[in-house]
């Protein structure tokens, strides 16, 4: 259950920090909604109905564990599409990475290398990578 519950408010925050650079928290709580919203929206709903479906069996087992999913379903759509992305409108961060991406920097740095040489080694390797794909024409 405990996996159920926190499953939606995970998907919420990986569409959270998914968008790059400085964003407005608006903005992010926004995209969060319109790309991750729908399918955990559906999500819910077919879990919801297979926990009513499950309500109507004549095993005591399965018509408990119905209202258990029942409601832990119904509180982590409450929680996640409210509480938890009114949360991110308020207090969440603009630029969630940065911090990981200047420990980032500072370890390229040390290296000798800047991000930029870094950012041009993995785009000559995918030209490389493309270039040595074979076309065959028919």
Do not use: Q, W
């Amino acid at each position: 259950m405990v996996g159920i519950s926190c499953d939606f408010v995970i998907h919420f925050g990986h569409a959270y920090i998914h968008e790059p650079g400085s964003v407005s928290k608006e903005f992010r709580t926004r995209h969060a909604i319109l790309h991750m919203g729908p399918s955990i929206l559906a999500a819910a709903v077919t879990t919801l109905s297979s926990a009513l479906v499950m309500l109507f069996c004549k095993v005591v087992f399965f018509t408990k564990f119905a209202v258990i999913l029942l409601m832990a379903v119904v509180h982590a759509t409450i929680g996640s599409f409210v509480i938890y992305l009114v949360l991110c409108n308020l207090f969440g961060p603009s630029e969630p990475t940065k911090f990981i991406d200047g420990i980032a920097t500072k370890c390229l740095k040390c290296c000798g290398k800047n991000a930029d040489d870094e950012t041009n080694d993995l785009a000559l390797k995918e030209e490389n990578r493309n270039s040595s794909k074979v076309s065959v024409e028919c």
